[in-house]
């Protein structure tokens, strides 16, 4: 059965921004990672207790193309514009997500006052060279289910599966128009930015640490160097779990939610 969204559209800067909506209660901001392929429905496990906020990021997923994207303090320039459109009514938790969790952590370190909680899973930004994240380019086609899941049948229906050409058509051309986005953000440093060691340390919002302790795209070992320089950091831990924790497993969204809650 479909997720039951609603859909939200505001100019940005004049980049049409779409913010999927569920839920009712305290607002949580959610930034997805570098590709909408497994879209937002697990939004649902959270939506009993809370108001999940789940915009596409420029140039990606719904929103609108965003050609003057250079690198990541656009990006953070961006959702701090889109804050001030949403006009929420009380301080919203931000929770990121893999590439949204480098950016949430930036946007945590620059605007801590604007958000309750910070919940980051799998994150990337520390480009630790002792724990390095696998290369998206070389990873076969057909090995990308394995990597983003423990199960790679967890993942494998995000997927082409050969029966619908349309469908195949489409998700390769959606996936080298958010490769474009997610180039230049690169560009610079990586998936990253080397004093990010430094940006944590500013962030004194209660922390959640999610991580699939089977994670093959990035490495669970980088949880402690997290757990070392974020302030009030707790860690959850997920076994057999690879990348997308909340697709693979769903039940960490009530121990989010009771984080969130509490």
Same mark, same amino acid.
């Given at each position: 059965?479909?997720?039951?969204?609603?859909?939200?559209?505001?100019?940005?800067?004049?980049?049409?921004?779409?913010?999927?909506?569920?839920?009712?209660?305290?607002?949580?901001?959610?930034?997805?990672?570098?590709?909408?392929?497994?879209?937002?429905?697990?939004?649902?496990?959270?939506?009993?207790?809370?108001?999940?906020?789940?915009?596409?990021?420029?140039?990606?997923?719904?929103?609108?193309?965003?050609?003057?994207?250079?690198?990541?303090?656009?990006?953070?320039?961006?959702?701090?514009?889109?804050?001030?459109?949403?006009?929420?009514?009380?301080?919203?938790?931000?929770?990121?997500?893999?590439?949204?969790?480098?950016? %949430? =952590?930036? !946007?945590?370190? #620059? @605007?801590?006052?604007? *958000?309750?909680?910070?919940?980051?899973?799998? &994150? +990337?930004?520390?480009?630790?060279?002792?724990?390095? %994240? =696998?290369? !998206?380019?070389? #990873? @076969?086609?057909?090995? *990308?289910?394995?990597?983003?899941?423990?199960? &790679? +049948?967890?993942?494998?229906?995000?997927?082409?599966?050969?029966?619908?050409?349309?469908?195949?058509?489409?998700?390769?051309?959606?996936?080298?128009?958010?490769?474009?986005?997610?180039?230049?953000?690169?560009?610079?440093?990586?998936?990253?930015?080397?004093?990010?060691?430094?940006?944590?340390?500013?962030?004194?919002?209660?922390?959640?640490?999610?991580?699939?302790?089977?994670?093959?795209?990035?490495?669970?070992?980088?949880?402690?160097?997290?757990?070392?320089?974020?302030?009030?950091?707790?860690?959850?831990?997920?076994?057999?779990?690879?990348?997308?924790?909340?697709?693979?497993?769903?039940?960490?969204?009530?121990?989010?939610?009771?984080?969130?809650?509490?």
């Amino acid at each position: 059965m479909a997720v039951n969204f609603e859909t939200l559209e505001y100019d940005i800067g004049g980049v049409r921004t779409v913010v999927k909506a569920i839920g009712s209660g305290k607002p949580i901001l959610f930034l997805h990672g570098a590709a909408t392929l497994e879209g937002f429905d697990f939004a649902e496990g959270l939506a009993d207790r809370f108001r999940v906020l789940l915009p596409s990021h420029p140039g990606m997923g719904l929103s609108g193309p965003a050609p003057h994207v250079a690198d990541i303090s656009d990006m953070l320039l961006h959702y701090l514009n889109l804050m001030d459109a949403l006009d929420l009514p009380e301080k919203p938790h931000l929770m990121g997500f893999s590439m949204g969790g480098w950016m %949430a =952590t930036e !946007l945590a370190a #620059i @605007a801590r006052e604007r *958000f309750d909680k910070l919940v980051l899973i799998a &994150p +990337a930004g520390l480009n630790d060279p002792a724990h390095p %994240a =696998t290369p !998206l380019g070389g #990873i @076969a086609p057909q090995d *990308f289910p394995g990597h983003l899941t423990h199960d &790679p +049948a967890v993942a494998g229906r995000f997927f082409p599966d050969g029966s619908d050409p349309a469908f195949a058509e489409s998700f390769g051309a959606d996936r080298a128009r958010e490769g474009d986005l997610v180039g230049r953000l690169c560009a610079p440093f990586g998936m990253g930015h080397p004093n990010l060691r430094r940006f944590m340390a500013r962030i004194t919002n209660p922390t959640l640490l999610v991580w699939g302790e089977r994670d093959r795209l990035l490495p669970a070992s980088q949880a402690p160097i997290w757990l070392e320089n974020l302030p009030d950091a707790q860690f959850l831990s997920v076994p057999e779990t690879g990348h997308l924790v909340p697709q693979e497993r769903p039940e960490t969204l009530k121990t989010i939610g009771d984080f969130l809650a509490a």
